[in-house]
């Protein structure tokens, strides 16, 4: 516990959940004496002993909010790690009372955007500063180096840049990643796509597996050793990574692998949901975002799955389908360009997302940028981003991921083993929601021609929607109904 004597904080950091704590023996670490406040007081001191033992880092902890405020230096800057929405607005007002003016509060939780926006306004009206911070990495990410994505005062940013820079992962060719992503809840609005591609990631991947493992055979062995091989090339990425890892997990309650125990029913917290409300609110197309949310929601329903299991088993449909020859390494080469160039689909669909909302809000969002400073420390770090970059690079204004010329030739190439994969899995009764819809979004974006005519005809003809002509401007109405019983006569 810090004395009445201690040296004045460079900064605070309220909520010592594992993120917080993480994140404070981060800053620590890296020479910046941090105080450090939980309203359970055991988490205080929990982390008080975590930094004795990590090193006797600079760390202090305060039982008391007034105690904690007034032991950082001033301009105070006090990041919080608390759980989004009521939460954030109790703390808030638990440390606010003792702030000062020109102070900065930093929310570095799954926040939704424009509850950022709203505390942002409140704070100017105390004369405070304030930020919407996304922090993404997990509990290895927050301690040892995460990419962080602030948003909101670019003046409470600069206040703390130099504290961020050293304590974001570092990647050697492109530097640490942070930076200052921009206005309003720009951070947490990133942030929050960040995660909708993460949850179209882990789809993805979970459907080569299921592939895999149910038409392949593969075993728990031979799926560590393909996926650990893959992570060597061009799907080189965190979640890969940790993929290969989990295979070789043994179960230490019973024989077997660990990952054939764990019930098939995923969770959730929110910020993939509110993906794809925004992508509904904004007329974009995200449909492998969307497909890994649904997917979400159909794994919840166990009880259901059971059940409707028996009805069709019993109706001879079932996931013997599954059992046909198959060329095993062929099949895994497929796999892993359907996997990649299902992947360019989701990650341009979250980018397409983004620049819509930057639009919307005039946020001058630079994609290349988020890119960048999601190749390290992040959930979806991947090499594939360094890929991503240079394409915005190359043009700022690019439309679509998939026109870009090297990710367009990438498509082309892997097309063929894309659609033998997706063949595959329908003729063998596996759901691939994530690379069927991904395939679905490549084919429809690349046709010039769709059958919305025939769409926008019925819109026409039962609600007088009018409709536009191929071969010339204006707006048309034609009585359909009327035409169509001449016909009948």
């Known amino acids: ?27 620590a670490e890296k020479g910046f004496p941090i105080s450090v406040y939980n309203r359970s007081t055991n988490k ?36 919080m790690l608390v759980k989004a929405g009521a939460p954030v607005d109790d703390t808030i007002k638990t440390l606010s009372v003792y702030m000062e003016k020109g102070d900065c509060i930093i929310d570095g939780g799954n926040e939704w955007y424009e509850n950022t926006e709203r505390r942002a306004a409140a704070m100017v ?82 459907e080569a597996y299921d592939v895999l493992r149910t038409v392949g055979k593969l075993s728990n062995e031979e799926l560590h050793e393909v996926f650990a091989e893959w992570n060597k090339g061009e799907l080189l990425s965190f979640l890969v990574e940790i993929t290969a890892d989990i295979f070789t997990i043994k179960d230490d309650k019973a024989d077997g692998y660990l990952v054939d125990k764990v019930l098939d029913k995923t969770g959730m917290k929110g910020t993939g949901k509110w993906t794809v409300q925004q992508a509904a609110d904004l007329s974009v197309a995200a449909p492998t975002i969307a497909a890994s949310l ?28 599954a059992d046909q020859a198959v060329d095993k390494q062929k099949l895994i080469d497929d796999v892993r360009q359907a996997l990649y160039a299902s992947k360019i689909c989701s990650y341009a669909q979250g980018m397409n997302l983004i620049r819509a909302k930057s639009t919307e809000k005039g946020w001058d969002l630079k994609l290349g940028e988020l890119a960048r400073i999601w190749k390290g420390g992040c959930i979806i770090r991947a090499v594939f981003l360094d890929r991503i970059k ?58 010039e021609s769709l059958p919305a005519n025939l769409v926008q005809a019925q819109r026409d003809y039962f609600g007088a929607h009018t409709y536009e002509r191929v071969d010339g401007p204006g707006a048309f109405h034609t009585e359909w109904y009327k035409l169509a019983n001449q016909l009948k006569m």
């Open 1 to 27: 516990m810090a004395g009445e004597g201690q040296n004045l904080t460079r900064i605070g950091l309220a909520g010592l959940a594992v993120m917080g704590q993480n994140l404070a023996l981060n800053i």
């Open 44 to 79: 205080v001191d929990e982390t008080v002993e975590r930094a004795k033992a990590e090193g006797d880092l600079p760390l202090f902890g305060f039982h008391d909010p007034e105690a904690f405020v007034q032991s950082i230096q001033k301009p105070r800057v006090i990041i």
């Open 125 to 206: 009206d105390l004369g405070l500063q304030y930020l919407g911070m996304g922090v993404s990495g997990g509990e290895e990410g927050a301690r040892h180096g995460p990419s962080l994505m602030p948003g909101g005062s670019f003046e409470a940013y600069k206040s703390i840049e130099d504290i961020l820079l050293k304590v974001a992962a570092q990647v050697p060719d492109s530097g640490p990643c942070v930076t200052y992503i921009g206005e309003g809840g720009s951070g947490n609005f990133v942030k929050m796509v960040h995660n909708g591609i993460e949850y179209g990631d882990m789809q993805l991947i979970s």
């Open 294 to 321: 649904d997917s979400r929601f159909l794994s919840g329903m166990k009880s259901e799955r059971i059940e409707a299991s028996k009805i069709f088993q019993a109706g001879g449909v079932s996931d013997t389908f």
């Open 390 to 447: 240079k394409a915005y690079d190359r043009n700022s204004e690019l439309a679509n991921l998939l026109v870009d010329p090297e990710f367009a030739k990438e498509i082309v190439e892997r097309q063929s083993a894309w659609r033998r994969v997706v063949c595959l899995a329908i003729n063998s009764g596996i759901s691939t929601p994530g690379m069927s819809v991904s395939l679905a979004y490549f084919d429809t974006y690349r046709r």
